[in-house]
């Protein structure tokens, strides 16, 4: 095999540790079109679907029958179905379309049809119809919240930040199952301490799930999954008609439910029927649809990786968010898994969910570090807040996330770990220690944290449910011990299974208690100047994140730390002296300035100069320019004064040159553009060499080193220090003679 | 249609399953001990609004789950837990299947979820 470092090279790469396979329709390894996927058609007789997808009514699956009965509208779907696939296509991307058309029609199309309608799109369209057609007007966003040691403290302190950043929903999960109804108090307790407010959920085997509902501990569910095809449904123990009945059960206790489905479950469940991942999860989606949940969590969830081995992979995802959208479902988009070793696919993958925005951009962002999911992973996790933020912040993109300073952080999370351990105490659960307290403030991930009597809190939940602890007795608790806020807010929370508003379609509750949802927030996006704007107080918010520096501040030297080491003292004339090497600064140096942009102070490297021109014997004048901040301009202004007719041109971010009387402004003899990479030594060496030009003697240039960071680096410094010397320009001053001590 | 949010536009249309309105669900009452978990719940009548809501949105499926969900309100979770059991796979014949409907619809009035029951036995 040939030989290439290069490639070498590239094999390493985080890209290369990710799966890529060929296509394998025969086995359900394909995104669209398989040659097994039905043609789009439909019968309708007498209101009643008779044949759908190339199938008659007595051939119809369990899929089939339900979403033939359930998800499709008879009264549209043959004048639907007329239509071209690619009509269909335009009316979804067009914006003079209406939403409420482009979903009228959608109802009564066909699985098949619905792929082949989608398939006409790439991805920019899919985005633009994700815009348009995602349920709620404004985006939100989903966290994750666990922990390895299952750590109440550590658990209440993360949701509780999680919430200060903007996550409208919370999802919770357990190593140890019985560990359930804690772990839900810990984060119903955090969901509601900072300013925000959060429904909460723990994912647990489905009747632990309904029970802890039903106690008031969680506020929603999301784990009703859902299959394409007959057999992986049964393989799941469920059929469409138990998980619409399950729907209505969570809807009959005031519950909040989302369905979950994503492609490539079948595959990888070893049920495809050879059908391709799209129309598979185009038929969960109408199942869905049809068993009356308001939304869905898709985006292949926990298969990520399996539709991303494939080619068009992720475009086939952003496909199943905009069908789940087009079949008016809230849309919690996934990128909840891990998807990528690569941080460029990964975050180029978020994008298609991010820029269009969904109901719920992520379905479970990892708000604490990656060690610590028990989903499995978080495609986004802790440590990558920032790259969140700044996103946001770059594209004026509402992520459904808000920038928290350090400082803000620790109060909620303290107060919230301060909550749970008040509660435990109240309850008589096992206590939470003070030190247990401050760690979970401080802590990065639950290795920071003490270890826990597991005994004694299990022991705790098998009492605390055999005592029927609900969200009552937490409340009370926490009014008791000085948390009536939370108290207050919890309330709020459990007062919404009263009144069913978060039963609608895309609901999240503000923290007054109200709800936003597509009911009272519909996506009225019909092109430019319509649909989600940042408000001004988001726009803001998300562009103030705490690392960013306050431009007027930079550079500003305190004048009263030194005193003054410059001295102006006449009008400089030209020299005679064929030994004076001339130092023009510029406008700024040692005065409105003290040191260049790496840092270094001016009076160091005004030395650094001079020491260097002495050495070779030569004698340093030192002026200051006024008429210029040009760094090119200052030097060749210096040359004129300079008895040698050599001069050191320098700018006071450090920038400098070395120029002489017969040169063009902008032509040098060493011009050295990069200040970072200057450090006093190079200075001196600079110092040598214009003594040496001037003396006639061969030169060897100034070493320099090429740094392409540099500029990444320093450039708003530059600008800034650059823009201070500019300041200081006096177009009629004359250059000064300088004296300095 | 009823004004939505409920709680914020017809407050005085929504209560407890014991009849508590929703303007005494207060830290208060909780603190003086005057509400249970069970007084936490939804009323058939506000799935009943919530169902108008819907169906007035353009969510005709919705409103099905939502009147299904106002069938069920007193239902008690065990008896839901056991429907919800016998439409797994493979859990009941038909003929089980269409005595659950039959019991669900003259027990609670549950026409909606006999009707889902039915369906399900094919």
């Known amino acids: 095999m040939e ?34 996927d039905p043609d789009p058609g439909i019968r309708v007789n007498g209101g009643r679907i008779t044949a759908m997808d190339g199938r008659p009514e007595a051939e119809f699956d369990m899929l089939d029958r339900f979403i033939a009965r359930r998800a499709i509208d008879p009264a549209v779907a043959e004048e639907a179905m007329r239509l071209d696939s690619l009509a269909i296509a335009r009316m979804l991307v067009d914006f003079h379309v209406p939403r409420a058309e482009a979903i009228r029609v959608v109802s009564g199309l066909t699985p098949a049809k619905i792929v082949q309608v989608v398939d006409k799109l790439n991805v920019v369209e899919m985005m633009m119809a994700l815009q348009k057609m995602r349920a709620r007007r404004t985006p939100s966003n989903q966290a994750h919240v666990t922990n390895k040691k ?26 140890i199952s019985r560990y359930a109804p804690l772990n839900a108090l810990a984060i119903l307790i955090g969901s509601q301490t900072g300013r925000g407010s959060a429904l909460t959920q723990c994912a647990v ?45 969570y809807a009959s206790r005031g519950i909040k439910v989302r369905f979950t489905s994503g492609s490539g479950s079948e595959a990888l469940m070893g049920h495809s029927e050879g059908k391709s991942m799209l129309y598979l999860e185009t038929r969960c989606l109408m199942a869905i649809k049809g068993a009356g949940s308001q939304g869905v969590q898709n985006g292949s969830i926990s298969c990520i990786a399996l539709p991303e081995s494939l080619p068009g992979g992720v475009r086939g995802v952003l496909a199943e968010n905009l069908i789940a959208a087009l079949l008016d479902l809230e849309l919690a988009s996934g990128n909840d898994a891990m998807a990528s070793h690569s941080d460029i696919r990964k975050a180029s993958k978020l994008m298609l969910q991010f820029l269009p925005g969904t109901d719920f951009i992520f379905s479970g962002y990892s708000s604490m570090p990656r060690e610590d999911n028990l989903f499995g992973g978080g495609n986004f996790d802790a440590e990558d807040l920032d790259d969140y933020n700044v996103l946001q912040r770059d594209m004026l993109v509402d992520g459904g996330v808000r920038p928290v300073s350090a400082p803000e952080a620790a109060a909620v999370r303290r107060r919230a770990a301060h909550a749970v351990q008040a509660v435990f105490d109240e309850l008589g ?71 069913g508003d978060y039963l609608q379609t895309s609901a999240v509750a503000l923290p007054n208690g109200q709800v936003r949802s597509a009911v009272n927030d519909p996506n009225d996006y019909a092109g430019p100047g319509t649909g989600y704007h940042l408000s001004p107080e988001r726009l803001a ?28 003292c006449h009008d400089a004339c030209p020299g005679t002296d064929s030994s004076e090497i001339v130092i023009a600064l510029g406008p700024a140096f040692g005065s409105a300035l003290g040191a260049t942009l790496l840092g270094l102070p001016h009076r160091d490297v005004l030395a650094a ?16 320019i006024y008429a210029t901040s040009d760094c090119g301009f200052i030097g060749h202004a210096g040359a004129q004064l300079s008895g040698s007719g050599v001069s050191i041109g320098i700018q006071s971010k450090g920038t400098t040159v070395i120029h002489r009387r017969d040169l063009q402004p902008l032509d040098n003899l060493e011009l050295f553009p990069q200040a970072p990479n200057l450090t006093l030594e190079s200075y001196r060496v600079i110092g040598r060499n214009a003594a040496k030009y001037a003396k006639g003697e061969p030169v060897l240039p100034v070493p320099t080193q090429i740094d392409n960071m540099a500029r990444l680096k320093y450039i708003v410094k530059t600008t800034i220090l650059h823009l201070r010397e500019t300041e200081q320009v006096r177009k009629d001053k004359p250059a000064q003679e300088v004296q300095f001590a | 249609m009823p004004e939505y949010p409920l709680s914020q536009h017809a407050p005085d249309r929504l209560k407890t399953p014991s009849g508590i309105p929703f303007s005494e669900i207060t830290l208060e009452a909780v603190m003086a001990g005057r509400l249970s978990m069970e007084d936490l719940r939804v009323t058939a009548e506000a799935l009943e609004l919530q169902a108008q809501v819907a169906s ?35 859990r009941a014949t ?20 006999a009707a889902l029951i039915r369906e399900a036995a094919g």
């Open chain 1, 429 to 499: 659960l096992p206590p939470i220690s003070d030190a247990e307290v401050e760690a979970a403030v401080a802590a990065r991930a639950s290795g920071d944290m003490p270890d826990r009597d597991m005994v004694a809190d299990l022991a705790a939940v098998e009492e605390f449910l055999r005592l029927g602890r609900n969200g009552l007795d937490v409340i009370r608790a926490l009014a008791r011990r000085g948390f009536a806020d939370i108290a207050e807010k919890i309330l709020a929370v459990q007062r919404l299974r009263i009144s």
């Open chain 2, 94 to 113: 038909p003929e089980k299947l269409a005595r659950l409907a039959e019991a669900m619809e003259r027990e609670y009035g549950a026409v909606r979820c």
């Open chain 1, 609 to 624: 100069l001079t020491g260097g021109i002495r050495a070779e014997g030569m004698r340093p004048r030192v002026v200051k």
């Open chain 1, 3 to 36: 030989h290439s470092k290069r490639f070498e090279r590239r094999a390493e790469r985080a890209i290369n540790r990710d799966s890529f396979i060929r296509e394998w329709p025969e086995t359900g390894l394909v995104i669209f079109n398989s040659p097994s």
């Open chain 1, 541 to 568: 918010e998300i562009s103030a994140i705490p690392q960013a520096l306050e431009p007027a501040e930079i550079g500003i030297v305190d004048g009263s730390a030194s005193r003054p080491w410059l001295r102006e």
């Open chain 2, 56 to 90: 007035e949105a353009g969510r005709p499926q919705l409103a099905e789950n939502l009147r299904r969900a106002a069938e069920l309100v007193d239902v008690p979770s065990e008896r839901i837990l056991e429907v919800y059991d016998a439409l797994r796979p493979g």
């Open chain 1, 205 to 249: 085997e489905e009747s632990l799930g309904l029970r802890l509902a039903f106690l008031g501990l969680t506020t929603y569910a999301e784990t009703l999954s859902v299959y394409g095809t007959e057999q992986a449904f049964r393989d799941g123990d469920d059929t469409p008609w138990s998980k619409a009945f399950l729907a209505s059960a």
């Open chain 1, 150 to 175: 299952e750590n109440p403290a550590l658990l209440a302190a993360d949701a509780a930040e999680a919430v200060e950043r903007g996550f409208s929903e919370l999802e919770t999960t357990v190593g």
